[in-house]
C-alpha cells in the first residue's frame, strides 16, 4: 500500500501565487497563478515544472486572481485583476482569446468556475464583485452579465449538481454563490434566484459534496450538504439549516474548502498557512489534524481526480504538492510474479 509522502514546495513564482487547479483530464496535470502575471502547469508525479505563460503584458495589471480548467481539459481560464479572463490552450500554451471588462479586480482571490458538463461554459465574478459574468468559450465576447445578484462582494462561485432540490431537469444548470457577508444563492445561469440561506458568518468560499444529492443518508452514501468558510467552516443541509460549525481555525479566515471525489475527505485552507483534514461521516466531521504548512497564508487548494494529490497556493510565493497516497479506483497492490 503507498503511504503518504512527504511535502514539497516548488518555488517558480514571483508573487503571491493566487489559485491552483488539477486538470480534470490529466491524473498529474496542474496550473498554478500568482501575482507576477505567470500561469504555470506542472507534473504531480515528477514534481517539476513543465511550462509557463505569462498572460498579462506590461502595460495590464501583473496579477492573475483566479485559474481552472475548463471541463475537457484543454483550455485554463485565468482571471486577472484589470478585469481580463485569459483563455489559454495547455497543449501549445498559446492565448486563444481575452475578454475584457467581466472580472472582478479587487485584491482578494476572486470566483471562477467551469461547468463541469460543457466544456465551453464559464463563470467569473463581475467587474462590480456583486453579480456575475456568464461566458461561452466559443464567441470572443460575454454572454451574458448579472448584475447586483449579491448586497456584498461575492467571494466564490461554483455549478452546482442538477440533483440538488431547486434544480429542475438535467439541462438545466444551477450557480452557487457565495457573498462576504455570508449570504449563500443557489440562481440560474440568468440570475433568476431559487434559493438562499444565511451561513452566520463571513464567508469566503463554499464547497457542496461531490455526489449526487442524497436526503435520506441510505446505508452507501452520506448526507449530502454545503460546507461555507470564513470566520468559522459551517455545514448547511437542505430543509434543515446549519448543522455544525468547525472552528479548529481559531481566528484564522478559511480562504478554501475542498472535498475529495468520494467526499470522505475534507480539506481546508486558511490564513497562517496551515492545511487541515476532516474526515467526513453522515451527520457530521471529525477533525483528523494539519496536514503541513507554508510561511505564508494559504489562498487555494485543489485534489486530483484520483485523490493522489493535494496541491495549495501560498502568499509565500510557493506552490504546495503532497502525495496522498494510491489512487481511489482500481488495483493498487503490488506483487512479484515468479
Partial sequence: MQQEGTPRFLKYHQGSVRGVAFSPRDRYLFCSGAYDGKVNLYSALRMELLMCYQITTMTLARNVNAVRFTSDGSRILAAT????????????????????????????????????????????????????????????????????????????????????????????????????????????????????????????????????????????????????????????????????????????????????????????????GVLRRYRRYPDRHEYLGEVYAHRGDIQDLDISPYDEYVVTASRDRSVGVLRLGAPNHGWTEYCELT
Avoid at 440561506?197 to 452507501?220: I, L, M, R, S, Y
Wanted: hydrophobic share 40%; proline share 6%.
Fill in 81 to 272: 485583476t484589470s478585469r481580463r479572463l485569459a483563455v489559454v490552450d495547455v497543449e501549445r500554451g498559446e492565448q486563444l482569446l481575452a475578454y475584457d471588462n467581466c472580472a472582478f479586480s479587487g485584491r482578494d482571490r476572486t470566483g471562477l468556475a467551469a461547468d463541469p458538463a460543457c466544456p465551453n461554459l464559464a463563470v467569473s465574478v463581475a467587474v462590480n464583485g456583486k453579480g456575475f459574468t456568464l461566458l461561452d468559450l466559443r464567441m470572443p465576447l460575454p454572454l451574458d452579465f448579472v448584475y447586483d445578484l449579491h448586497g456584498s462582494v461575492i467571494r466564490d462561485v461554483a455549478f452546482l449538481h442538477p440533483s440538488w432540490p431547486w434544480v429542475r431537469g438535467p439541462s438545466r444548470g444551477a450557480l452557487l454563490t457565495a457573498g462576504g457577508d455570508g449570504t449563500c444563492k443557489v440562481s440560474t445561469l440568468d440570475g433568476r434566484v431559487l434559493h438562499t440561506f444565511q451561513a452566520g458568518h463571513h464567508v469566503n468560499t463554499v464547497c457542496p459534496t461531490p455526489e449526487p444529492f442524497n436526503a435520506t443518508a441510505k446505508h452507501d452514501f452520506f448526507h449530502s450538504l454545503i460546507m461555507s468558510g470564513g470566520d468559522v467552516i459551517s455545514a448547511y443541509v437542505p430543509d434543515t439549516g446549519i448543522q455544525q460549525q468547525l472552528k479548529e481555525h481559531k481566528d484564522m479566515p478559511v480562504w478554501k474548502l475542498r472535498y475529495t471525489s468520494n467526499g470522505s475527505l475534507l480539506y481546508s485552507a486558511c490564513e497562517g
